[in-house]
């Protein structure tokens, strides 16, 4: 007999070998009491199905779709019955689930013998829901089969699925896993619910040229997420895939391949250009809105999530800025920061530094107002080390030639220069949204880019643990959702800090920092899911990623300074 400790109640009971997690959870049903329907386990942290056996004493925990890895296993699952009723409509046809979108998952639809993706109708979306509810209904188990790599390549070969052979091919795994839902066969990297009809909460409609995969609520998965429209982010997305068309890059497998064949170089270099092309471009629409008369454009607003590049931009486009023959000034809003006495708390008691209260805005829009009529201005500076704001005689002035540039999370936030007309302002969001897929049906999260960032920045700075920094996210997280996404759609143009290659390259940093979190931790779930993933990558060198790029923002080696 087993001994399986339930961490959601701190009981242990006793079980026979091989028994299912979900066996274990009808034993623990009544004690636990979640509120929404279990779609998940970790067993001694590690994230894992709920048919999956025991054969050792271990440590259970049980999730319902609000927490991560549950939300993902519900996600996951609910994508293979929109792919199963796909094929069974309209076989031969091809789905391509991109990315998040408008609190759903955007997904490009291809019916076979079409040249172009814009083809399907409302009538044809609405046979697909009800294919996708009938399977629901019958309850259709997910299997899952574990086998060679050798053997799933070939169960992937012969049904032409060449973006999954080629992960396959180049992930270097002896085992690989692949799942079925009745006679279709899909691969993902991670767990599924154990059958269709725990796939209560969805919708789906069409959205621009494809379909938008409505989910549950994070808070209240007994709910769709309330859709949020993104028209500016979905055309970044849209920018980046066409490029990633052009250079034959949409999965992990691609680059892979194209690493293998000693094009690692020349992608980084592409990346790059684009980038900087982008930036100029950025920089000549600044310029052009100076130098009108009516309404000259005198302040540039920059914010984005936590690991975007912020301040690597910021930068970069002060050069491009000088080249067009501008003087850019400047400063970030955490020198406006309330003293740290008088900064709000979170429920916990913790300071909520993310909170809007933290910043001083109307000294701040003050001061910009004051700029911008040509007055001196002495400008603070927070002193972190104190947690007071000083000012230690820095004084600005603008010149005929001049644009202010502020850089921080709430730059977008009206309260921050609510009596500044809009006419003068050019608001810039940048974020780093991945296109790159692992497959067709497996997209990367545009979150994790960003905590691999963090995770590698803040260990290189001594500033925290990969633990330290995983424990944290979440909370990140919900501050950028409370205090920066409501503002992005008003910026004037988005910038997309993601590269092709970055993954590869970041393999080579996170990999030794993730295996440091202790495997009794908490946190120890994320950083193995993130090693699962990232290791679908071939590592490469950073040494030909240029000294100003915004990867070095993280992985350290940048020309620029970074005052903190």
């Known amino acids: 007999m087993l001994q399986i400790r339930c961490k959601n109640n701190g009981i242990t009971k006793s079980f026979p070998e091989g028994v299912s997690l979900l066996d274990v959870y009808q034993e623990f049903a009544d004690e636990i009491r979640l509120p929404y329907p279990v779609v998940s386990a970790k067993v001694n942290n590690t994230s894992q199905g709920l048919k999956f056996r025991l054969y050792q004493n271990r440590d259970v925990e049980f999730f319902d779709a609000r927490e991560g890895s549950g939300h993902r296993v519900y996600v996951r699952s609910l994508c293979f019955v929109l792919y199963k009723a796909t094929q069974d409509l309209f076989p031969g046809s091809k789905l391509f689930i991109e990315h998040s979108l408008c609190r759903g998952y955007y997904c490009n639809f291809k019916k076979k013998g079409s040249s172009s993706a814009s083809t399907v109708t409302d009538e044809e979306v609405d046979r697909i829901c009800q294919r996708m509810q009938e399977i629901i209904d019958l309850d259709m188990p997910f299997r899952r089969t574990e086998a060679t790599t050798e053997e799933a390549i070939r169960v992937f070969t012969d049904r032409g699925f060449q973006d999954k052979v080629k992960l396959l091919e180049t992930s270097g795994q002896v085992y690989s896993d692949y799942y079925t839902l009745g006679d279709t066969v899909d691969y993902y990297y991670g767990p599924l619910v154990p059958s269709a009809g725990y796939l209560k ?13 409505r989910v549950p609520d994070w808070n209240n998965p007994s709910v769709l997420a309330e859709k949020v429209e993104q028209p500016e982010t979905f055309g970044m ?4 895939t066409h490029w990633d068309i052009i250079m034959r890059l ?15 170089s020349e992608l980084i270099q592409v990346s790059e250009a684009l980038q900087e092309k982008k930036i100029v471009k950025i920089a000549e629409e600044i310029d052009a809105r100076f130098h009108r008369e009516q309404s000259p454009v005198k302040l540039v607003l920059i914010t984005g999530p936590s690991s975007s590049g912020k301040t690597t ?3 970069r486009l002060s050069v491009q800025l000088l080249a067009c023959g501008l003087r850019p000034v400047s400063f970030s809003t955490d020198d406006y920061f309330v003293n740290r006495l008088d900064t709000p708390k979170l429920p916990n008691g913790d300071y909520d530094f993310d909170n809007i209260e933290t910043v ?7 001061h910009l107002t004051r700029l911008m009529k040509g007055e ?11 947690g007071m704001r000083e000012y230690n005689g820095k004084r600005l002035k603008l010149g005929s030639d001049t644009v202010l540039i502020i850089e921080g999370i709430h730059a977008l936030n009206p309260l ?12 810039i969001f940048i974020s780093a949204l991945t296109s790159i897929s692992l497959d067709d049906h497996n997209w990367i999260p545009t979150r994790d880019n960003r905590l691999l960032r963090r995770i590698i920045r803040d260990y290189n700075k001594g500033a925290f643990t990969a633990r330290e ?13 409370l205090w920066i996404s409501p503002y992005q759609e008003t910026a004037d143009v988005m910038f997309n800090s993601a590269l092709n290659i970055e993954f590869a390259v970041l393999r080579t940093h996170a990999e030794i920092i993730l295996t440091s979190v202790p495997r009794n931790c908490p946190e120890y779930s994320e950083a193995h899911r993130l090693l699962k993933f990232i290791r679908f990558f071939i590592p490469v060198s950073d040494q030909e990623i240029p000294p100003t790029s915004i990867m070095r923002e993280f992985v350290g080696g940048s020309s620029f300074k970074y005052e903190r």
Do not use: H
């Open 313 to 315: 931009f910021c930068k």
């Open 250 to 264: 949409s999965n992990a497998g691609d680059v892979n391949k194209a690493i293998m064949r000693g094009y690692a």
């Open 237 to 240: 997305f849209a920018e980046k």
């Open 376 to 386: 001196r201005v002495e400008v603070p500076e927070y002193n972190f080390v104190t």
């Open 201 to 213: 909460v969805w919708g789906l409609e069409r959205y621009e040229d494809g379909l938008l995969l």
């Open 360 to 366: 001083d805005y109307q000294l701040l829009e003050d």
């Open 416 to 427: 921050l220069t609510k009596n500044i007309p809009d006419e003068v302002k050019y608001k």
């Open 469 to 481: 920094t995983i424990s944290q996210w979440k909370n990140v997280l919900q501050a950028e959702d």
